[in-house]
């Protein structure tokens, strides 16, 4: 079993619709969450980053820490054909240098 | 600013020759990590650099794989002998000392025939 669970779609949505994106984590120590948006050929960028359990939200995006349930989420308000790409959540023991540990990224197509 | 970047963006090389890449963090991050992605695997974690020194060289798959920094900015990663599972896009990324937040360079798609 992986450290980090992420259904890897592909998810197809409707332009306008509001798009959550999950993931489950076994390992009760990571502090650190992120969610990185990456497009075919390029590398991952960054859009979201929490610390513990909470609530964060950024424009049309909010991400969702429950430790007690090992789950994140990312939600996408009014999605919009550019954000068809691969969402990748990522995770952080500790910090001040540490790798990352990712799920296997969900492919999203937002539809005209 | 300048983001991550990185050299080669493609690079195609015979099975058993030696490849090296490049990485050029962002100016003032003084945090470096090498990661791999690929089809099967998703994205792994090779190493990490702190100034030129590496504290976690947990991720390397094998002693053909091997990392340096320099100066405290750029690194190159090198593949001795390759084989055609080192086939993948190499991923650096870079934070500032204590931050959390690594920011990635766009990758070299390498493909060992």
């Known amino acids: 079993q992986k450290e980090v669970e992420q259904d890897p779609g592909p998810l197809s949505v409707p332009e306008g619709a509001i798009v959550s994106l999950n993931c489950t984590y076994s390992n009760s120590a990571f502090q650190y969450f992120m969610w990185y948006r990456q497009y075919s050929r390029k590398g991952p960028e960054l859009l979201m980053y929490t610390y513990s359990s909470g609530n964060k939200e950024d424009g049309r995006f909010t991400a969702q820490v429950d430790k007690s349930s090992k789950y994140i989420s990312l939600f996408i308000r009014d999605s919009q054909p550019s954000d068809s790409a691969t969402y990748l959540c990522a995770m952080m023991l500790t910090g001040g240098g540490n790798k990352l540990t990712f799920g296997t990224g969900t492919q999203l197509k937002v539809e005209l | 600013g300048a983001g991550v970047s990185q050299s080669p963006s493609n690079k195609v090389t015979e099975k058993g020759k030696d490849v090296e890449l490049r990485c050029d963090p962002i100016?003032?991050?003084?945090?470096l990590y090498w990661y791999r992605q690929s089809l099967g695997q998703g994205l792994e974690f090779l190493i990490y650099?702190?100034?030129?020194?590496?504290?976690?060289k947990s991720g390397l798959p094998s002693d053909r794989f091997s990392a340096e920094r320099t100066g405290g900015s750029v690194s190159t990663l090198t593949i001795q002998r390759t084989q055609q599972e080192d086939s993948a896009v190499y991923l650096c990324?870079?934070?500032?000392?204590?931050?959390?937040?690594?920011?990635f360079g766009p990758g070299t798609r390498l493909t060992v025939t």
């Open positions: 650099f702190q100034g030129n020194s590496a504290p976690d």
């Open positions: 100016s003032g991050h003084t945090a």
């Open positions: 990324a870079s934070s500032r000392r204590r931050g959390n937040e690594q920011y």
